[in-house]
């Protein structure tokens, strides 16, 4: 099989690097470039990784952030077997295997 191709999103770190903490630090250099976004979409933007992106928006990152598409995009390829695990529920760690719950018989001396 062939490797799936998939890319880290370093935003975040690339901010960090040139001395920006806060996702509100992108909103006046952007809007300076005429991208106008609010501030939960520059939030969303920084912190998580975009399946899609304008690239109008993309070019006005690499110019306020004086980097390259390298730096910002990280292509890689993940290998073929390497699959992403499902987390389990709390408790669902021991398997029951075959055993199943059984109905609750009330013996009693009151039966008509």
Same mark, same amino acid.
């Given at each position: 099989?062939?490797?799936?191709?998939?890319?880290?999103?370093?935003?975040r770190?690339?901010?960090a =690097?040139?001395?920006?903490?806060?996702?509100?630090?992108l +909103?006046? @250099?952007? %809007? !300076?470039?005429?991208? &106008?976004?609010?501030?939960?979409?520059?939030?969303?933007?920084?912190?998580?990784?975009?399946?899609?992106?304008?690239?109008?928006?993309?070019?006005a990152?690499? =110019?306020?952030?004086?980097?390259?598409?390298?730096e910002? +995009?990280e @292509?890689? %390829? !993940?290998?073929?077997g &390497?699959?992403?695990?499902?987390?389990?529920?709390?408790?669902a760690?021991a398997?029951?295997?075959?055993q199943?719950?059984?109905?609750?018989?009330?013996?009693?001396?009151?039966?008509?």
């Amino acid at each position: 099989m062939a490797a799936k191709l998939d890319y880290r999103w370093n935003l975040r770190r690339v901010m960090a =690097d040139r001395g920006m903490f806060q996702t509100t630090d992108l +909103i006046g @250099p952007l %809007a !300076q470039r005429g991208i &106008a976004l609010s501030s939960s979409q520059v939030y969303r933007l920084v912190t998580e990784r975009p399946e899609r992106l304008s690239l109008k928006v993309l070019m006005a990152l690499l =110019d306020v952030l004086d980097c390259t598409m390298d730096e910002l +995009i990280e @292509p890689f %390829a !993940q290998a073929s077997g &390497a699959s992403t695990r499902k987390k389990k529920a709390v408790g669902a760690e021991a398997g029951v295997g075959d055993q199943r719950p059984r109905r609750a018989r009330i013996h009693g001396a009151g039966r008509p």
